[in-house]
């Protein structure tokens, strides 16, 4: 114990002393006269990473802007950074001077995803993967595949009103990983759909863990359940080039791609994005939809007013096949609203990080090259001047459209998210369904959040699915 202590002690000051001389050296650095932004760094080396963790993330956020304002420095996850909880300095950050931040990820998740993904690049490697992406995402592409999610959607229903307790998130996530496998391949035999899904459930399971690559850790799992993906990749690639098969899905668009001088995308690529969009899809759409059941659970006005409105449109339409169409997808002004409430209030994505190419000035601040950069959307999104009473559930607060650059659920600039059409139509479609056939109870707690990273409610929301009719 002792002798740990003295190496912890002798650590710290080490560090101290570092980190003093480095602050030195980064001082005489900078000659312009801006000063860096106000707030504290915490303990030298670790800096305030412990409070972000240990308190809850959201008011260690909100005491910060509450004590220094909407621009303020701290020290996370072995980073200086400077965080921004107004809309003109998300603008500034993603849209306006976006050309001054780059995106930035630790390399041990770069690695797990696959390095070639687009969200790790900027220029023109970037632009021509986004391109691509949401060409294979537009509504003209996704509204085709409304039969098949539609599909999805009641096999998975049906799969969980069996009288058992399930775990809503998990549940949601099967769903989103469904749905994200048909925009990306189309249609994929199962066997493939399997090996996909098993190999990508141990790769996710590394991606919060240490980065420790010896055998038997999770993050070594994970990495070689990436190696097997790229194989099943390979495969399903080798087999669509020997049918010439050009379809109008993700896969389909990678493989025809050519850039000004005729050349195709390496496998690599193809495999990186595919990952990387499988793993952009998944577990934000299934946090949100976990939030949307228990928002609504909880107004049981409004949940009858959303039930009332879904049953109209299965009313409206005569015959017995009743599937949904686009044009019914866009006759859903109440439930489209709980979608864009939920995605508010819950925040699923309630920051984004970003480096500095250069030293920045910002509103007499300066932002440090090599320093990250935190647009806070949360903060944002919960900010009373914007959203009045930001912790009520009210959707009918977008009966009128939020001022520019207070809502960004799915970012803003040219990292945007590319799914967010398919997002919600996804949402849509399975809402449209468990509101006109299925009732749903809450089993045990549900007021605690979790961080999965993302935020959900305790154990996932245990829940209880009955078919109506
Ligand atoms: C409700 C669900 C979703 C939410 C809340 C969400 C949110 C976001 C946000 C905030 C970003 C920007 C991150 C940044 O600027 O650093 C983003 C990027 C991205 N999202 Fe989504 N997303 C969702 C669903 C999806 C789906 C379904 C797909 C794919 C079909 C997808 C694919 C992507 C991709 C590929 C990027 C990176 C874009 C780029 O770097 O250019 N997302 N998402
Ligand atoms: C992972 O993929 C391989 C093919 O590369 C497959 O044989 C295996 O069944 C899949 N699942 C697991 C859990 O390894
Ligand atoms: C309903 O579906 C069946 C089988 O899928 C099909 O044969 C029939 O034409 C459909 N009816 C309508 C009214 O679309």
């Known amino acids: 114990m002792k002798l740990c202590s ?11 002393l570092l980190s003093y001389i480095l602050f030195k050296k980064e001082k005489r650095r900078h000659k312009s006269r801006a000063r860096l932004p106000p707030g504290s760094m915490g303990w030298p080396c670790i800096g305030e990473t412990l409070q972000m963790y240990t308190q809850d993330p959201n008011v260690f956020f909100a005491s910060k802007q509450k004590r220094y304002g909407d621009i303020f420095k701290t020290h996370v996850l072995g980073y200086p950074c400077v965080m921004l909880a107004s809309p003109e300095a998300a603008r500034f950050v993603l849209v306006s001077h976006a050309h001054l931040f780059k995106p930035t990820y630790p390399k041990s998740k770069e690695k797990l ?5 687009l969200f790790f690049h900027t220029g023109n490697y970037h632009a021509c993967m986004r391109k691509l992406v949401q060409t294979s995402f537009s509504p003209e592409v996704t509204r085709k595949l409304i039969p098949d999610i539609e599909r999805l959607a009641v096999s998975c229903l049906e799969s969980w009103a069996n009288g058992q307790v399930i775990n809503t998130f998990l549940a949601m996530k099967k769903f989103a990983f469904e749905v994200g496998v048909l925009s990306i391949f189309g249609q994929l035999n199962k066997k493939y759909t399997d090996e996909l899904k098993e190999n990508y459930s141990i790769l996710e399971k590394g991606y919060n863990c240490f980065p420790l690559k010896l055998p038997g850790t999770a993050y070594h799992k994970s990495l070689m359940a990436r190696k097997r993906l790229n194989q099943i990749l390979g495969e399903i690639v080798r087999e669509r080039m020997e049918n010439k098969l050009s379809a109008n899905n993700l896969l ?3 493989l025809n791609f050519r850039d000004e001088k005729g050349n195709i995308l390496s496998e690599e690529q193809i495999a990186d994005n595919i990952i990387g969009v499988l793993f952009a899809a998944q577990d934000t759409t299934a946090s949100v939809l976990t939030w949307i059941l228990k928002y609504l659970n909880g107004n049981p006005k409004l949940l009858d007013a959303v039930k009332g409105e879904q049953k109209a449109i299965l009313e409206s339409e005569c015959g017995e ?3 949904l169409t686009w044009a019914m997808t866009r006759k859903m002004p109440l439930t489209y609203r709980v979608i864009l409430e939920s995605l508010r209030k819950a925040s699923v994505i309630s ?3 970003r480096e500095a190419a250069e030293d920045v000035e910002y509103e007499g601040y300066l932002i440090p090259k090599g320093w990250k950069v935190m647009p806070l959307f949360r903060n944002i999104h919960h900010n009373p001047e914007f959203f009045a009473e930001p912790g009520n559930f009210d959707p009918f607060r977008f009966e009128n459209p939020p001022k520019p650059y207070t809502y960004m659920p799915f970012g803003s600039g040219q990292h945007a998210c590319p799914g967010n059409e398919l997002a919600k139509l996804e949402m849509l479609i399975l809402l449209h369904h468990m509101l006109t056939k299925y009732r749903w109870e809450l089993v045990g707690s549900a007021n ?3 961080y999965s990273p993302f935020p959900i409610p305790e154990n996932g929301l245990r829940a209880r699915f009955k078919k109506e009719i």
């Open 6 to 16: 003295t190496i912890f002690y002798s650590l710290i000051f080490l560090c101290s």
């Open 113 to 117: 995803i696959g390095p070639s993904a």
């Open 252 to 254: 389909g668009h990678l």
């Open 321 to 323: 096949n009743r599937s």
């Open 351 to 353: 920051f984004t990080f």
């Open 448 to 450: 605690l959040i979790q």
